[in-house]
């Protein structure tokens, strides 16, 4: 039998609690009707035996205390809210627990921005994590060492797992149940759950927000520049010359400044603006192309699906309503 502990930390998102509880408890029921054994022993572990949440609406009291675990085979880290910054400083004792138990053989899985918890610990370090989308640029600044894949859903490097944003959490916990129950249990808890199982990416829901909290003002100037001529056909050597910098040295700078090259800058600007056109207009992808500054049909194509997962066809199917 795997022992599960789901941290209860402050903060903490109740559905990032009961929902992987609900999953492993959900497997042992299903094991059960099936004449089997249960699999996991679910416990909540936290600092205290009873933690508020969401301002203390809701209250959870704790099986045991991190101090009366020795060992366990799986942690949860949920996700939680607040300021990133001040609540890991009121989580920090869990920190040194979760490093001993990974380092007693338990594997760790952060839930969407849960992943900051656990990068805290430093375990993360050399290695990719997931997280959710809207706090990239956010994560990058705190943990440097720490590669951030920003449209993977499910990240696993050496028994450390991460998800993506939000709810997609439930593909990570299939995927666990796939790893420690079998296919056929993944299977038949994505069924009873109404879960698509295999979602991997989650391209489709990223709204790209130009990272801006940096003091590069040319750098800063170039990206509002991009923004405020969506229609255009501009070039990295145009924005070099406007700004008055080399421009190997202004692909440095913006690259350092802001996560993308220039070129990936302006298109992610372009698409995020036909997907805006795409999600609310009757315009077909036509003339949403010419609207955003492309002529070229393949290569509007081609950009898109890469940044969003979808063709421009299948977004519009997806989140057009008239549609």
């Known amino acids: 039998m795997k022992h599960v502990s789901i941290l209860i930390t402050n903060e903490a998102v109740l559905a990032s609690i009961a929902d992987p509880r609900i999953m492993f408890t959900g497997v042992n029921d299903f094991l059960a009707a099936a004449g089997k054994p249960p699999m996991f022993n679910v416990q909540l572990i936290g600092l205290e035996r009873e933690v508020r949440l969401h301002g203390g609406l809701f209250s959870v009291h704790t099986d045991a205390l991190i101090s009366e675990v020795e060992k366990t085979d799986l942690v949860i880290v949920p996700a939680f809210g607040g300021d990133m910054a001040t609540t890991i400083k009121r989580n920090e004792a869990f920190i040194p627990w979760i490093t001993d138990q990974h380092h007693k053989g338990a594997e760790v899985a952060s839930l969407c921005v849960g992943a900051f918890l656990l990068a805290a610990t430093g375990l993360l370090n050399g290695k990719e994590a997931s997280s959710h989308w809207r706090f990239a640029d956010e994560f990058r600044k705190m943990f440097p060492q720490v590669t951030l894949v ?143 500054g492309y002529s070229d049909t393949k290569a509007f194509r081609t950009v898109f699906k890469k940044i969003t997962g979808l063709s421009p066809v299948e977004y519009k199917n997806k989140y057009n309503k008239a549609s």
């Open 150 to 292: 920003d449209d993977r859903i499910v990240t696993e490097q050496k028994g450390l797992y991460s998800s993506g944003g939000a709810t997609s959490y439930w593909n990570l916990l299939l995927y666990l149940v796939e790893k420690y129950a079998g296919r056929d249990m993944s299977i038949m808890a994505a069924k009873m759950f109404a879960l698509e199982i295999d979602r991997k990416s989650q391209s489709p829901f990223i709204m790209f927000n130009g990272q801006k909290t940096h003091e590069d003002e040319p750098i800063k100037k170039a990206q509002e520049f991009i923004e405020a001529n969506i229609t255009e056909k501009i070039s990295v050597e145009d924005l070099a010359l406007k700004y008055a910098i080399g421009k190997r040295h202004f692909e440095r700078r913006f690259k350092k400044a802001t996560n993308n090259s220039p070129l990936e800058y302006i298109q992610r600007v372009k698409v995020e603006a036909a997907k805006k056109h795409l999600e609310s207009s009757r315009k077909n992808v036509n003339e949403v192309m010419y609207d955003v």
